[in-house]
């Protein structure tokens, strides 16, 4: 029992030893108070709301015990020596004499055209100078004030700044040169969905007997996209992406493809457009369709060899189809009518390999949650006579981010 009362005791009296030091660690810390800053040419900004920035960021170093608004109220009420605006050396030191500080930080917040220049100088009474500053340059957005403080703030103290958080905001004279800005490799598996349309869609319900695909005229697509950024800034990319797609393993086919394409990335929404050329493997053969139905079904397709070999039966008894030699020759079929000839191609699964272009059209966002990015795009790909409209989607994680070098 007795051991039991002796760990208590040794318990309690740690936890209050622990509480002391962190108290009189606390309390041996330099006092500091920020005086507002003068704010020019940033509507809706106060010089209040500015110092109300600056105190926060200051708390948050952990490194000063910080004089808040009220306590400084009371002080600047009875110092009639100093300005309603005390931004000088002097001034400054009038006023952190009357406050018994060891520190007093104030500056300037200004819209220079199309960026804010911050200025912080921090002044310690006991050397009765300016000990550190720090003036930046940012890209101007007034949502961002809060962060921009925070960037000045740190560095004024040498302390490293989050992740990329300056090279975000830094104001940049020429940002869509500077490619490196914001690059982000979005590169990443997509999968998708796209609906035949025109002579895609003939070509997939066609009969496999006629050169066709005999499938439902909508397929799945899976396959994986590269990108990478050639022109940005934060609020803007232009990307070259890369596409390499496999239609069709859903209906037991493969469609290849390779798309190339140039993007456009716009705001912190990730929205973007897209278009290029698409290139593929196809197969033809020259003929023509029944449309009026003058040998069977109308729409029927019939290539040079179908029509050799329908003829073949058909004419078999007519002398007029044989030659001197007494071999049947089959008729030109636009001799029968003369909306058919063989002088066009049409996709055939037993016709002759050939490079097949389209030209690719995307719409899209990416949606971003942490490190990971989910693009969704609707794309329309048109070739001649045809083509096909789908959605897709992809996943990938935000590995690096090249950010600019600081100014």
């Given at each position: 029992?007795?051991t039991i ?6 318990f309690?009296?740690g936890?209050a ?7 009189k ?5 330099p006092?500091?108070?920020v005086?507002?800053?003068k704010v ?6 106060t010089?209040?709301m ?10 948050k170093l ?15 009420n009875q110092?009639?020596?100093?300005e ?6 002097q001034c400054?030191?009038k006023?952190g004499?009357?406050?018994?500080v060891d520190y ?6 200004d819209?220079?055209?199309?960026k804010?220049?911050v200025f912080?100088?921090l002044?310690?009474l006991?050397?009765r100078?300016v000990v ?6 940012f890209?101007a957005?007034?949502?961002e004030?809060?962060r921009?403080t925070e960037v000045?703030?740190?560095?004024m103290?040498n302390?490293?700044?989050k992740?990329?958080?300056a ?16 690059q ?20 997939a319900m066609?009969?496999?007997?006629r ?12 396959g ?6 050639y ?5 803007f990319?232009?990307?070259?992406e890369g ?10 086919v493969?469609?290849?493809s390779?798309t190339l394409m ?24 020259n ?10 079904n109308p729409?029927t397709y019939?290539?040079?060899n ?14 007029s189809?044989y030659?001197?030699?007494?071999n049947f020759?089959?008729p ?9 000839d063989?002088d066009s191609k ?9 490079l097949?272009?389209?030209f690719?059209?995307?719409f ?5 949650a942490?490190?990971?990015n ?7 790909s ?6 096909f ?11 690096s981010?090249?950010?600019?070098q600081y100014?």
């Open positions: 029992m007795k009362s002796t760990t208590i005791v040794l309690i009296t936890i030893f622990s509480q002391t030091t962190d108290l660690s606390y309390e041996s810390l006092t500091i108070a005086y507002q800053p020019a040419g940033i509507s809706g900004v010089p209040e500015a110092g109300k920035m600056l105190r926060i960021e200051v708390s952990n490194t000063y015990i910080l004089y808040d608004e009220f306590d400084m109220l009371s002080v600047l110092l009639d020596s100093v309603k605006v005390c931004l000088d050396k400054l030191l006023l004499d009357g406050l018994e007093i930080v104030s500056g300037s917040y819209r220079l055209g199309d804010i220049v912080l100088k002044i310690s006991e050397k100078d550190e500053s720090k003036m930046l340059e890209d957005s007034n949502s004030l809060q921009m000045v703030i740190r560095q103290h302390i490293e700044t992740g990329t958080q090279a975000q905001l830094l104001y940049d004279k020429d940002p869509v040169t500077s490619y490196s800005a914001g982000i490799n979005n590169s990443g598996p997509r999968l998708g969905y796209a609906y035949f349309m025109g002579n895609m869609q003939e070509f066609r009969d496999e007997s050169g066709g695909m005999e499938i439902f005229p909508a397929a799945t697509m899976i994986y996209q590269l990108e990478t950024q022109l940005g800034s934060e609020n990319s232009a990307l070259f596409i390499f797609n496999i239609t069709g393993l859903d209906q037991g493969a469609i290849p390779i140039n993007g456009f990335r716009f705001g912190q929404g990730g929205w973007e457009i897209a278009f290029g050329p698409g290139f593929g493997i196809r197969k033809r053969s003929g023509f369709f029944d449309s009026h139905g003058l040998f069977g729409g019939f290539s040079q179908d029509w050799n070999s329908y003829a073949s039966r058909a004419f078999a008894g007519d002398s189809y030659n001197s030699n007494n020759v089959a030109d079929p636009s001799d029968l009518h003369e909306d058919y063989f049409y996709l055939d699964k037993r016709g002759r390999a050939e097949a272009t389209t690719v059209f995307a899209g966002r990416t949606f971003r942490g490190s990971l989910i693009p969704v795009n609707i794309f329309y048109a070739q001649k006579g045809g083509g409209v789908g959605v897709n989607l992809g996943f990938n994680v935000m590995k981010k090249r950010s600019r100014k």
